[in-house]
């Protein structure tokens, strides 16, 4: 290793400490919201994010920007949006008994333009790549933990269109991602007309409906619905997703197809209240800072006769109508959720819990409304309860690998709640035996999942349809 009379380094007789700096350079397509990552590729196949040796009188900031470009052969200057902190770690040297100290100020950058790249190969490097950020994860030498949370600083840092009024709104689009939705589709598109039909008359208003794979009559039923309602000046887009099956996919191709800066996501079993979409914009507008919201889950009543379909139903309601827990649910719910769209953060294909990816990118500014409410069923068999359980435990052990463990801590302790025993004690015996009976077969159908879940690690879910 060559070292440059210029380099903030400073030599002792037992040890040799060195200052550096470097960053990690993003770049999100504004069309599709994809993330790419600039990372420079050695000969053996290692890649790693530019940085180098503080000159002497030189700040850590300037460095950064100075190594990146050089590094790079970049004629733009990447923009500084944060910094992600100081990395430490020792090295020794052939023919140096000496352990080398090094400290790396990293730093979070932004370029605006898909710029071009190019190795330093005096350096060593023979390539420079724009990766997205799935791949690049998978490619980083040393700094996975550190590009998770650059994405997080990243995603915190990102300045998002304000509108201090309902009058500023120009447009809207609402995504409805179905699988075999045929059911009850129509009944959730019927419902978004009329809740859109509450935002003011000049407002551009688009649905764009993602058929995932279908294999039932969803198709037809749309297109009847298109064809028999009154949309008035409503456009309703049909898409398809013909790549990776699930909803995240499906969630990123209609962004890529929405034409407006607020998005609004439905699921294809849901049924909005006619203010629900009025009462979240309105809480973008009265709360600045907020990055996506969610609309509050009320239980419709089960329209089946089978006595034991309503008796699960009641059951498993339980916990929607009681509530004996010390503090209301944090957890975002994306049956129906909404951002800006320079909030939204492309989605990993066949990832499960988008809500809940989401949520963990924003906590704590993400928010129930309480005041828009929407209608669901919850399940009604102890098989459906046992494949959702499934579909959640999954779908967290997924998480592991989008987040470093700091984060995942501070939001399972800020979301998780716990049962109020003295709540459940001071309820009356015809709520308080169901509602242990409910925690009973929650604790039977988690330990059969973990089972489950030990032998069968890539489980593919299938989603529960609502009738």
Request: proline share 3%; net charge positive; glycine share 2%.
């Amino acid at each position: 290793m060559k070292f440059s009379k210029e380099d903030q380094i400073e030599f002792t007789v037992e040890k040799v400490t060195h200052e550096s700096s470097g960053g990690f350079v993003f770049y999100e397509s504004p069309d599709n919201h994809v993330l790419y990552v600039a990372l420079l590729q050695k000969a053996d196949g290692k890649f790693f994010i530019p940085k180098g040796h503080l000159l002497i009188n030189e700040t850590p900031e300037n460095t950064a920007i100075r190594e990146i470009k050089e590094e790079l052969l970049l004629e733009d200057n990447p923009k500084i949006v944060a910094k992600l902190g100081v990395d430490n770690y020792t090295f020794t040297l052939l023919n140096d008994k000496r352990i080398h100290y090094k400290d790396v100020h990293l730093y979070v950058c932004v370029l605006e333009q898909k710029s071009i790249i190019k190795p330093l190969k005096s350096e060593g490097f023979i390539g420079a790549k724009w990766l997205k950020f799935d791949d690049a994860l998978k490619k980083i030498t040393f700094d996975k933990n550190n590009l998770l949370k650059a994405r997080q600083y990243f995603y915190f840092s990102k300045q998002v269109q304000l509108f201090d009024k309902l009058e500023d709104l120009r447009s809207i689009s609402v995504g409805v991602p179905t699988y075999n939705g045929s059911k009850i589709i129509y009944q959730t598109l019927q419902s978004i007309i009329k809740s859109l039909n509450f935002l003011p008359k000049d407002v551009l208003k688009e649905i764009i409906v993602c058929y995932d794979h279908c294999t039932d009559s969803t198709d037809k039923t749309v297109k009847d619905f298109i064809s028999t309602e009154n949309l008035k000046n409503i456009e309703v887009k049909l898409i398809y997703n013909e790549g990776v099956k699930g909803k995240s996919t499906a969630l990123n191709k209609i962004v890529s197809n929405s034409r407006s800066n607020i998005l609004c996501f439905v699921d294809d079993d849901a049924i909005l209240e006619d203010n629900c979409i009025l009462n979240l914009i309105n809480a973008f507008i009265s709360q600045k800072d907020l990055r996506c919201n969610y609309a509050k889950w009320e239980r419709k009543p089960l329209n089946k006769t089978n006595i034991w379909r309503k008796f699960w139903h009641w059951i498993f309601g339980i916990k929607f109508d009681i509530q004996p827990y010390d503090k209301p649910s944090e957890i975002m719910r994306a049956t129906c959720m909404m951002l800006r769209k320079e909030s939204f953060v492309y989605m990993p294909d066949g990832l499960i819990n988008d809500d809940q990816f989401l949520q963990y990118i924003y906590w704590p500014k993400t928010q129930e409304v309480q005041n828009a409410i929407l209608h669901f069923n919850s399940v009604s068999s102890v098989s459906d309860y046992y494949k959702r359980f499934i579909r959640i435990m999954s779908g967290c052990k997924q998480l592991d690998k989008e987040f470093t463990k700091d984060r995942l801590d501070k939001c399972n302790k800020d979301l998780f709640r716990k049962l109020d025993y003295k709540k459940i004690l001071s309820l009356p015996l015809s709520q308080q035996l169901p509602f242990l009976f409910y925690r009973f077969v929650r604790l039977f159908v988690n330990l059969m999942v973990k089972i489950r879940l030990s032998f069968n690690k890539n489980y593919e879910w299938f989603r529960i349809k609502q009738d």
